[in-house]
Structures are given as structure tokens and as C-alpha cells.
């Protein structure tokens, strides 16, 4: 798992894993929008197969990269605590914020002074 981590602890990594999410494609079509050469390119494809986050298919001359989902498996396992630590503090936060709405209103309405019509003479 210290393979995938350090695969996508590079910016331009986690965007050719976000590329090949919609579909697997060939080596010269994948991270053409990442403003980084085709030698840079292919390099992080290399390191990422290495790492196992990608299969990489060889039809005749080209290479087509897929996504494996086992490698993003194993890390969601790992990630899966900490979804829950996050999560019982996300609802403790939302608790707090609706209880504070509820007290701004209460103290709202007790502070707003009352209104009375407004009467005029000779009307």
C-alpha cells in the first residue's frame, strides 16, 4: 500500500488516475491536457502500473492503461476509520450549527421590539 500512496502523492498522478476513471486509453491519448511531456507522462504511467493502481493491455503496438480497482480497494479499506472519525465530528458540527441558528432566533425575537400601528392624526 506504500506503492499507491506514494503513486498518488504526485498531482499530476492523481489527474491521469482521474483521466483513466471514465474509461481505460491508449498511452498517447492519456494526460494530453496536463501540459506535462509525453516522456513525463509515460514516466508516472510506469510508476503507477508499478505500483499496481494500473493495468497496463498491449494491443499489437499500443498500450491501453485501466484502472485497477483492487489497488483503490485495499486503500479504501485503510481509509474506511477515519470516513467514521470524520464523520461522528461533521454530525457534532452540524449539531452545533443548527443549535446556534436556534439560539440567534430565540434571542432574535426577545430583543425585537414590538410593533405597534402607526396612528396618524386626521386620516
Do not use: C, N
Not at 41 to 53: E, I, Q
Not at 106 to 111: G, L, N
Request: hydrophobic share 40%.
Amino acid at each position: 500500500m506504500d506503492d499507491v500512496f506514494s503513486a498518488l502523492a504526485h498531482p499530476a498522478r492523481r489527474a491521469l488516475l482521474d483521466e483513466l476513471r471514465e474509461a481505460p486509453a491508449r498511452a498517447g491519448d492519456v494526460g494530453t491536457g496536463l501540459g506535462s511531456s509525453r516522456e513525463a507522462v509515460s514516466k508516472h504511467l510506469r510508476l503507477m502500473a508499478a505500483a499496481g493502481l494500473l493495468h497496463v493491455e498491449v494491443r499489437g503496438r499500443e498500450r491501453w492503461y485501466h484502472i485497477r480497482p483492487e489497488a483503490l480497494a485495499e486503500l479504501d479499506g485503510w481509509l474506511e476509520p477515519y470516513r467514521a472519525f470524520w464523520s461522528q465530528r461533521l454530525d457534532a458540527l452540524e449539531t452545533e450549527i443548527i443549535r446556534g441558528r436556534r439560539d440567534r432566533r430565540r434571542t432574535a425575537s426577545r430583543a425585537a421590539p414590538p410593533t405597534r400601528p402607526i396612528h396618524r392624526e386626521g386620516a
